[in-house]
């Protein structure tokens, strides 16, 4: 398991927990982002927001969350 | 007519419009009630409700567009004033508009408000999306599955309207059966255990009690303070708490997981069971995503934004330049010819002098700005409906997170160079209070349009080959101040963490011709309209005090006008425009900053050389440019105070006021007193 934070674009992912405060997982949860869904990081800025989507929707993520998020690459993973 | 329809039609039944951010609700209600409000395409556009009305077969209907909203928690202002709607406005009827090509996260939202109990008409929108994207919905067996009728629409092209229309009239005379989700034994137990214990102290909720004590497991503590039990609050939370720990032992991870977990589990059935996917077709790269590759580039994001602004910029004055010189002849011509006309048919001087220099040159030179207001407002428009305005507020968050704003704080920020009034209402689409109350704060730095047609004729006189440039300074000074006041305030007032961001990246489309006309009309039909009144009585009290005390002459400085601006005067002289005309301008610009010229307009209008040739008579380029940076900063207008205080309190507007008369006047100072030394 890895943070979000740390998936390179173009890499799926499955979502495992949401380590958030208050309400952040219920939030991720209305927005169709819960444990269990697939998601792909479409592009990232080095500290800074990043693009995911799931299912033809795109969010942006602040990185702080998206470090919140832990996350299990799957299908061909090639992390050195 | 049987006697239940018939107090149906004298009750007008209601109903509203929920649905997720960006699934065409708006687009709905239009269509529905032949309304023209405006859709964008960025998250949070409606932020209040709007209410219109349709009849069909001899029923009255109202609706009610709600703020598009993910869940019911209260999250933020807009999830509250929907979900309130719907539990205390008691519609007759709930549409949850439903993008259906996102169909699992739209169902979670229908899933919370029929477990609110609420009479619900699924409306499967955007289903042509749907599919191209290959997906194949069997709408009897959803409408089954929940007992709900379900209706395809396209709300764009109109389709499918008068079938909801016709499904609306045939709910609102049905009570449905409650909606209930099991969500298995344990979590059944606990609410079961907490109703009981609410039951025995007697509370009396205005939500249904199942769906506040869910609510209590998700861990929505909000909802004890809005359920008005703060007496109780500490016992509930203790008991709740119990409760938490009981299930976490018992399912192994926490209560909001486990909750979502079946809901979600019911959506994904139900899709499975109802959805044909033809695999393949939305895994290419999408049009959106390549240019999102592009534009939200950590290296090219910032630089793009900027050149948008840049070009905007330029745009709104090149195309504006030819169309406004052509109105100016016109109201020039029309001066003349009424006055000659007057004094032909022998009307006395003072009237002649009300309509000359007080009616006609100061509206009129308020209103050649008009075109440079739409071309403005057109940019706008484009830029929301693109999808871009989203992605402005992506590629801003890095820098504004650095600096204690909120990246979703710039979409308001950015509105509001159309008008201040709707960027303070935007606001309510930030998730946390204070993150809400700072960008409030600094909306008024956002150089709205009435303060385009200050930069425009001071540009154009004093700085003629690079008017497009220096507009383009005084936009982006706006943004780089309101950054440094919202830094400073974050540290005196508020000493918290930003809310992170999650926002969703709407597609791009290509944007209707009609609908950016209609938002570019509305627009320059509400100027046209503040022309026509307050700016119309500001020219005219401004006239009146000019001409007074009688015997006086008209606009002397021994006229009342002239004495009020002589006091201010001497307070301007440091930022270089010591006179008191540009007091008095400043002063009555306070009602709306178009003002400023108006004034302007009425007090030099009599002059030989006409209004820009007293300006270039009575400022150099220097002072120019310190009155324009006064301009932006230096107060609200009226309706902007009347606003924030409607979404804050008296101290923050008070705060609001204070402060950008300060900052207006030392920054004036500041760039005439350092400028001189290199000029």
Same mark, same amino acid.
């Given at each position: 398991m890895i943070p979000l934070s740390m998936v390179r674009p173009g890499e799926k992912v499955e979502i495992v927990v949401v380590n958030g405060g208050k309400g952040l997982s219920m939030r991720l949860a209305a927005m169709?982002?819960?444990?269990g869904t697939i998601i792909e990081v479409? %592009?990232?800025a080095r500290m800074g927001p990043l693009i995911i989507s799931r299912g033809g929707a795109r969010f942006a993520l602040g990185f702080g969350m998206a470090h919140k998020i832990l996350v299990r690459p799957i299908g061909e993973n090639n992390y050195g | 007519m049987d006697r239940k329809e018939r107090i149906i039609m004298d009750k007008k039944p209601t109903v509203a419009l929920a649905g997720n /951010?960006?699934?065409?609700k708006t687009s709905i209600f239009n269509e529905l009630t032949g309304s023209r409000q405006y859709v964008g395409n960025? /998250? $949070? !556009? =409606? !932020?209040e409700k709007k209410e219109g009305r349709f009849s069909w077969n001899g029923y009255e209907i109202n609706v009610v567009d709600l703020p598009g909203t993910y869940?019911?928690? #209260?999250?933020s202002i807009d999830e509250t004033i929907a979900r309130d709607f719907i539990v205390e406005g008691q519609?007759? #009827? @709930?549409? @949850? @508009?439903?993008?259906s090509s996102n169909l699992a996260r739209n169902l979670y939202l229908a899933l919370e408000i029929l477990e609110l109990g609420a009479n619900v008409i699924l409306d499967l929108n955007m289903i042509d999306e749907a599919e191209r994207k290959g997906l194949k919905i069997d709408v009897e067996k959803i409408s089954s599955f929940f007992d709900v009728p379900v209706v395809e629409t396209v709300a764009v092209a109109g389709k499918g309207i008068q079938h909801l229309k016709e499904t609306i009239i045939e709910a609102i005379k049905i009570k449905r059966n409650e909606f209930k989700i099991d969500y298995g034994k344990e979590i059944e137990r606990e609410i079961e255990y907490l109703s009981e214990f609410l039951k025995s102290k007697g509370v009396s909720l205005k939500f249904p009690l199942r769906w506040f004590v869910i609510k209590l497991l998700e861990g929505d503590t909000e909802i004890i303070r809005e359920a008005k039990l703060s007496n109780l609050a500490d016992e509930i939370e203790e008991k709740v708490q119990e409760s938490k720990i009981r299930l976490e032992k018992q399912l192994g991870s926490d209560p909001e997981t486990s909750i979502i977990e079946k809901r979600y589990g019911i959506i994904e059935g139900l899709i499975k069971e109802c959805v044909e996917r033809q695999v393949g077709i939305d895994e290419r790269l999408t049009i959106s995503d390549k240019i999102d590759k592009i534009v =939200?580039?950590?290296?090219l994001g910032i630089p793009i934004f900027l050149l948008i602004m840049w070009l905007t910029f330029q745009l709104v004055f090149k195309l504006g330049e030819p169309i406004v010189g052509i109105i100016e002849l016109f109201f020039d011509w029309l001066g003349k010819t009424i006055s000659l006309w007057f004094t032909s048919i022998g009307i006395s001087e003072w009237i002649i002098s009300l309509v000359r220099d007080g009616i006609i040159s100061g509206l009129g030179s308020v209103l050649v700005f008009l075109p440079n207001i739409l071309l403005l407002f057109l940019v706008i428009s484009i830029l929301e409906d693109s999808g871009y305005m989203a992605r402005a507020a992506f590629v801003m968050d890095r820098l504004m997170h650095a600096l204690g704003?909120? $990246?979703? %704080?710039f979409i308001p920020m950015i509105l509001g160079f159309g008008c201040n009034v709707p960027a303070v209402m935007a606001?309510? =689409?930030? &998730?946390?209070e204070k993150d809400r109350i700072l960008t409030i704060l600094v909306i008024p730095l956002m150089s709205c349009t009435a303060r385009l047609p200050i930069y425009v004729l001071f540009a154009s006189v004093f700085f003629p080959k690079s008017q497009g440039w220096i507009i383009f300074s005084l936009y982006v000074l706006g943004i780089v101040l309101a950054i440094i006041v919202a830094r400073i305030f974050k540290g005196i007032f508020f000493k918290h963490e930003v809310a992170p961001l999650i926002m969703e990246l709407p597609p791009y489309r290509l944007p209707q011709l009609k609908g950016i006309f209609i938002h570019m009309w509305e627009r320059g039909s509400q100027f046209l309209k503040k022309a026509g009144s307050i700016i119309l009585a500001g020219v005219v009290v401004i006239w009146i005090l000019a001409s007074? /005390?009688? $015997? @006086? &002459?008209? #606009? %002397?400085?021994?006229s009342f006008i002239g004495r009020l601006g002589s006091i201010l005067a001497p307070l301007l002289k440091p930022a270089g425009f010591g006179f008191w005309q540009a007091g008095v301008a400043l002063f009555f610009g306070?009602?709306?900053?178009e003002v400023v010229i108006g004034a302007f307009g009425t007090v030099y $209008? !009599?002059? &030989? #050389?006409g209004l820009t040739g007293a300006i270039s008579q009575n400022f150099t380029p220097l002072s120019a440019y310190s009155f324009m940076v006064m301009s932006l900063i230096y107060i609200p207008c009226i309706a902007t105070i009347g606003v924030i205080k409607r979404e804050t309190n008296w101290k923050w507007t008070g705060l609001a006021i204070g402060y950008s008369l300060v900052l207006g006047w030392i920054l004036a100072v500041l760039i005439y007193q350092i400028g001189r030394l290199f000029l």
């Open positions: 169709g982002l819960y444990p479409v %592009s990232d | /951010p960006n699934s065409g960025w /998250p $949070g !556009v =409606t !932020v869940s019911l928690t #209260a999250y519609p007759d #009827a @709930v549409i @949850v @508009v439903i993008d =939200t580039n950590k290296y704003l909120h $990246g979703k %704080s606001c309510r =689409t930030l &998730e946390s007074l /005390p009688l $015997g @006086v &002459e008209y #606009a %002397s400085s021994e306070l009602v709306a900053k $209008g !009599v002059e &030989e #050389a």
